[in-house]
């Protein structure tokens, strides 16, 4: 079954569909956000190594020419990489789930996811 995720990346909102796996193409979310070339998705996989495609959290199709492939913590992973203040707010978020604050945690992804 397809999901949907929506990301505030840079004070943009998007939202982009999976595959009926639960797969999001990151070349999708780099080119409809407008990247640099430096925070393509082949130059994330280069920096943090290759254990999610070991692991099978990541496709990486582009080979192909159909794109990186990401499970949805992955995606989040991604967008964390490119927008530090889509980071902070998922520390955020999870900090209040983890104190309880569970009207607080949503209020905080509802702003940024």
């Not at 995606?75 to 998922?90: H, S």
Request: hydrophobic share 40%; with cysteine; proline share 2%.
């Amino acid at each position: 079954m397809a999901k949907e995720i929506t990301l505030k990346i840079n004070g943009t909102e998007n939202t982009f569909q999976s595959t009926k796996d639960g797969y999001f193409c990151l070349d999708e979310i780099w080119e409809d956000f407008d990247l640099k070339a430096s925070q393509h998705p082949t130059e994330w996989l280069a920096e943090i190594g290759n254990r999610p495609i070991e692991l099978g959290d990541v496709f990486d199709l582009s080979e192909f020419d159909s794109g990186i492939w990401a499970n949805k913590k992955l995606t989040l992973m991604y967008a964390g990489w490119v927008d530090v203040e889509f980071f902070m707010a998922v520390l955020e978020t999870f900090s209040a789930l983890t104190r309880g604050d569970t009207e607080k945690a949503s209020q905080l992804a509802a702003n940024h996811t």
